[in-house]
């Protein structure tokens, strides 16, 4: 059900050859405040109903369940990737996926429907992000290291 339609969509980023044609140097300003940059793997559209959905391609194990939507901040690409191109094209966004793409990830994939609840959580994150640089500083906390797994 979906046609792919621009691969390595950059935002808000130089211009570089590598990136798709359609890609654009202006930012992305999700929810008239935050300005997003980045590059998305994956565009693709549904030919019946028009909607737009983005994949982030993931190389190494899926840490995923079917409640993750943020992870504590852990994973954006699905939800914010998916609120950039609607603030820049004005076109609606269905699904964000991730999409382990390797015999690591089992070529497993998960997918976040982009409701009004699951928009709300990332812009809770970016709101956070913003009072944490506000307030500073900032204290690192890696994650476990999971290479033995």
């Known amino acids: 059900d979906w046609v792919p339609e621009r691969f390595e969509f950059g935002f808000g980023l130089p211009p570089d050859d590598a990136r798709d044609p359609g890609s654009v140097t202006e930012a992305s300003i999700v929810d008239q405040r935050f300005r997003l940059r980045g590059s998305i793997d994956l565009i693709e559209r549904n030919p019946r109903t028009g909607v737009l959905r983005v994949t982030d391609h993931k190389t190494g194990k899926n840490r995923t369940n079917r409640a993750t939507v943020v992870q504590g901040g852990q994973i954006l690409q699905p ?54 640089v506000e307030r500073g500083p900032i204290a690192a906390r890696p994650a476990r290291d999971d290479s033995a797994d």
Not at 84 to 98: F, H, N, Q
Not at 103 to 127: F, S
């Open 79 to 132: 939800v914010l990737y998916g609120l950039a191109p609607e603030s820049l094209t004005g076109e609606r966004v269905y699904e964000g996926r991730l999409w382990y793409c390797t015999t690591t990830g089992r070529y497993d994939e998960h997918r976040i429907e982009l409701t009004e609840t699951t928009r709300r959580r990332g812009i809770e994150v970016l709101e956070i992000i913003v009072r944490a």
